[in-house]
């Protein structure tokens, strides 16, 4: 299984940016999916989350200004970022959830990450 992210880039701030992730590969079903951020010399964060019946949850910090969807039938996950600021600067990394085969475990597959930089 591979993801691949795509959309990142330098954008000024109070713009806007498309981030895709599609997995591939052998795929039997997919759970979550979610994006994290990695800003330089600071940790991994979760930035949102979809489940596999649609319900989504966002870290406090882009509440209102990001928002993400899944097409299942593309595998594919987005993350719609508005209003984007300096501190929003980052690595953005994909994560889904992933059954490779029926009656397989779940596990989590990554992406490698798509560089979001917010500047003038």
């Known amino acids: 299984v591979q993801l691949q992210a795509s959309g990142g880039g330098l954008v000024q701030p109070g713009g806007s940016l498309r981030l895709s992730c599609a997995a591939s590969g052998s795929i039997f079903r997919i759970g979550a999916m979610g994006w994290y951020r990695q800003a330089p010399g600071k940790q991994r964060d979760m930035v949102a989350a979809v489940s596999s019946i649609g319900a989504t949850n966002y870290a406090d910090f882009v509440k209102g200004r990001f928002s993400i969807s899944r097409d299942n039938a593309k595998n594919t996950v987005h993350l719609q970022l508005n209003s984007l600021n300096p501190e929003d600067t980052a690595v953005y990394f994909c994560?889904?959830?992933?059954?490779?085969?029926?009656?397989?475990?779940?596990?989590?597959?990554w992406g490698k990450g798509t560089l979001v930089t917010v500047s003038s």
């Open positions: 994560c889904m959830n992933i059954c490779t085969r029926r009656f397989a475990r779940y596990e989590d597959y």
